[in-house]
């Protein structure tokens, strides 16, 4: 539920149909601060949580196993 729910967010801010694989999407959107501030703030309303600095890494713009595991954490 919260993999649908993460991959949902991540098709809403970026909805481009010539990435097909969500890994690239996770990828492009941490790439544009744009994007990222979208996504964190839209996960973080999603889910009623808040997010600390630390777990804003390069990991998570690679992993949805941690993603998921950090709002695990924070719930």
């Known amino acids: 539920m919260i993999r649908d729910d ?20 996770l990828v492009t959107v941490g790439s544009s601060s744009i ?3 979208h996504f964190i703030t839209a996960l ?6 808040e997010f600390d ?3 804003i890494n390069h990991k998570f713009f690679s992993d949805f196993d941690y993603i998921e595991e950090v709002i ?4």
């Open 72 to 75: 695990n954490t924070l719930r």
């Open 6 to 25: 993460i991959n949902l967010i991540l098709n809403e801010i970026l909805p481009d149909n010539d990435i097909k694989n969500n890994i690239d999407k």
């Open 53 to 55: 600095n630390d777990h």
């Open 35 to 37: 994007l990222a501030l």
């Open 44 to 49: 973080e309303e999603n889910f009623n949580i």
